[in-house]
Nanobody, 117 residues
Framework: QVQLVESGGGLVQAGGTLRLSCTAS????????LGWYRQVPGKQRELVTG???????NYADSVKGRFTISRDNAKNTVYLQMNSLKPEDTAVYYC???????????WGQGTQVTVSA
């Protein structure tokens, strides 16, 4: 059983920065793919960014050049550095772990990010 605990959300002005963290319990973290998603009320959860076990990353077009995902396998933690934040980045952000070898998906509880204009 894997548990994901997120932290780092909050209120920030447009143009500001935030860093989200997500720490996982359990083993096989270093072999698992990780991702950050976000959701606003009334809309589907969308992928923001992901990182594979081999450190390959991908980003939604809306955050390219502004957000950076990274992982620290020694700490079982994945980070989302968010720069140049915009009001449209306001959402609940969730981290996701795609466990190896089962492929089962685990989710964090979500952390609110609010960007004021």
């Amino acid at each position: 059983q894997v548990q994901l605990v997120e932290s780092g959300g909050g209120l920030v002005q447009a143009g500001g920065t935030l860093r989200l963290s997500c720490t996982a319990s359990g083993s096989s973290f270093s072999l698992s793919a990780l991702g950050w998603y976000r959701q606003v009320p009334g809309k589907q959860r969308e992928l923001v960014t992901g990182i594979t076990a081999g450190q390959t990353t991908n980003y939604a077009d809306s955050v390219k050049g502004r957000f950076t995902i990274s992982r620290d396998n020694a700490k079982n933690t994945v980070y989302l550095q968010m720069n140049s934040l915009k009001p449209e980045d306001t959402a609940v952000y969730y981290c996701q772990l795609n466990a190896w070898p089962s492929g089962y998906e685990y989710w964090g509880q979500g952390t609110q990010v609010t960007v004021s204009a």
